[in-house]
Every structure is written in structure tokens, then in C-alpha cells.
């Protein structure tokens, strides 16, 4: 038989746990943002959507399979299920339901788009760098892609040295761009650049035999290739990586509100797996054209996902 000393005892063993369990619920750090902003606080971007119950998406027309258009000339892809999460967080942070302005973009003119506030955010397959981010904000990456060029099958094209006075077609406003001129310089090479506005195009000159080869990301090409299966086999990727390109969703600058939004969005989809799921979905499943790239995600990108998931953005 328990004695009242003993259950005296043991009430003041459980208020000396909750005790302790309370100050370390207070010692937690708080979360460097709350889920909602008082209207009266919002600044910038956030302030922006708040105010017009709209926010606008930059989306691309042919970047398979991160921003594309599908049969109904609807925005999908990996970039635009990404957006689609910072939407919805962005949502809960100006505690109201907002609607999307999808707004189409090209290489040449996203980074105006995002600057001049026609766009807030950019979905597309948009490289990350020192130069760019003196005009723009970007989010964590979320790929890594390098610039490599895509032949027809037969080519003698195997290498960089082999475009020597060969038709290189290039997107325009890209880092793919930058690279062969920087790589025409520096070898002597005599390409002949053909700059197009957009991939799609890229991929037609090939096709049509207007140009030896075409230069962008190594997965555009696989996924311009995966959309056009039934010549498919008449192309392929050549040589090896003559740039490195981290992707991220890019933002105006000097928006402190929004830019935490979206780190905190970004190691949440990391944490919880969701980036991995949307990675498995549009580089490992059919596409809706029901092709597949199948394109296991990269060590490296794994560690960059996991570093993110650990709060450690890169």
C-alpha cells in the first residue's frame, strides 16, 4: 500500500518534470518568422499580394521538364510544383487566398521580368550565379545542370574541339551562351553561334540541319529529346560539361520578408521529402507526353538537398 508521503513525493517528482519540460520549450530558438504577418507589417512582395489577392508566376514554354506547356497550353513541370508550394506559403504568410497570374518568360527577358515586378516569381530552369544575384534574389538550388551540346546521330561532333567552324545554336540570354563564346575565345574555334530566342527553336535548327549541334543544359536536351520520341533516337548528347549551373527560383532583391518565405519553404519541402517526391515524379516517371528521362538524381544534388533539409540553404 502507497503511503501519502509517497504520493506526495511523486506529485512533486511530476511538477518538477513539467517544470524542466517548460524551460526547455522556452530555450527553443522561434522560428525567425511567424506563419502570418499582420497586414500592417508586410512589406515588399508580400505587401504586394496581400493588397491585390494576386501574384504573379513567370513560367517558360519548352524548359522540359521544369516549366513547360502541356496539351491544354497549361504551366507544368518541377519548377512550376515548386512555385506552386512557395504560393501556397506565401498564402498562409498574408492570410489570404491569392490567384495566380501565369506570366510567360523567355532566357533573353526573365530577369527584367523579375526586376521591373511583372513577374514575382520565376519558375523556369534559371541558372544561379555571382552575376545575376547582383540584380536578383534566388531561392535555395534545386538542380544542378551543366552546358553540353546535342547532335544528330552520325555526327562527328563528340567533343568541344570538334564545333571548330561548325553552326552552334544557342538560347539567348543564357549561361550556355556565355560559356561557347567564352570557350570560342579561349581555343580559337571559329563557331559560328546561331542565337535563338528559345530551346524549342534550338532543337529545330538541328533538326531542320541548320546547325551542326545545339548547346544548353544537359537536361533541357535530354528533355527536349524525351518530348520528340519518335525521332528520339536521332539525337544525342555529346562531350563533356563546358559550364556548371545550379538552378533556383528567382525573386526581386531586398525583400527580406519574402526571402525568408521562401528558405523556410525550401527547407520544409527538403525535411519532409516533398522535393524528392516532385524529383521522382518529373525525372524518373512518364511524362505527361509518356516519355521518360529517367534521370536518377545526382549525388551531388542529394547532398545539396540534404544540407537544406538540415536549415543550411545553399
Request: glycine share 8%; hydrophobic share 40%.
Amino acid at each position: 500500500m502507497k503511503t501519502p508521503r509517497f504520493w506526495w513525493m511523486l506529485a512533486i517528482a511530476g511538477l518538477l518534470v513539467a517544470g524542466a519540460a517548460a524551460r526547455a520549450e522556452d530555450a527553443q530558438p522561434s522560428r525567425s518568422t511567424p506563419d502570418s504577418f499582420s497586414p500592417a507589417a508586410l512589406t515588399g512582395t508580400l505587401s504586394k499580394a496581400r493588397n491585390s489577392g494576386i501574384i504573379a508566376l513567370g513560367y517558360r514554354d519548352a524548359s522540359v521538364p521544369f516549366s513547360y506547356l502541356n496539351a491544354r497550353n497549361e504551366p507544368i513541370g518541377y519548377s512550376i510544383e515548386l512555385c506552386k508550394s512557395l504560393v501556397s506559403a506565401i498564402e498562409t504568410a498574408v492570410n489570404r487566398t491569392l490567384t495566380i497570374r501565369w506570366v510567360p518568360v523567355t532566357s533573353d527577358n526573365r530577369i527584367d521580368a523579375v526586376v521591373s515586378g511583372r513577374v514575382d516569381l520565376e519558375c523556369g530552369s534559371t541558372t544561379s550565379n555571382l552575376e545575376r544575384q547582383k540584380r536578383v534574389a534566388f531561392s535555395p538550388i534545386f538542380f544542378v545542370a551543366g552546358t553540353k551540346v546535342m547532335v544528330k546521330k552520325g555526327s562527328t561532333v563528340g567533343s568541344f574541339r570538334d564545333l571548330a567552324g561548325k553552326k552552334v545554336a544557342v538560347t539567348a540570354g543564357t549561361t550556355n551562351e556565355n560559356a561557347l563564346r567564352a570557350l570560342d575565345r579561349r581555343f580559337k574555334l571559329g563557331i559560328q553561334l546561331q542565337v535563338v530566342p528559345d530551346h524549342a527553336q534550338g532543337f529545330a535548327e538541328v533538326a531542320d540541319g541548320q546547325a551542326d549541334a545545339f548547346a544548353t543544359d544537359d537536361v533541357l536536351l535530354y528533355g527536349l529529346i524525351a518530348e520528340h520520341a519518335s525521332a528520339g533516337a536521332e539525337y544525342r548528347v555529346v562531350g563533356d560539361y563546358l559550364s556548371y549551373d545550379p538552378y533556383g527560383i528567382m525573386f526581386r532583391k531586398d525583400d527580406p520578408q519574402l526571402a525568408q518565405v521562401v528558405k523556410d519553404t525550401f527547407q520544409e519541402l527538403a525535411a519532409d521529402g516533398e522535393i524528392d517526391r516532385q524529383y521522382t515524379r518529373w525525372f524518373l516517371r512518364r511524362l505527361p507526353s509518356g516519355t521518360s528521362l529517367n534521370l536518377p538524381m545526382s549525388a551531388q544534388l542529394q547532398a545539396i538537398i540534404e544540407t537544406m533539409a538540415g536549415g543550411e540553404a545553399q
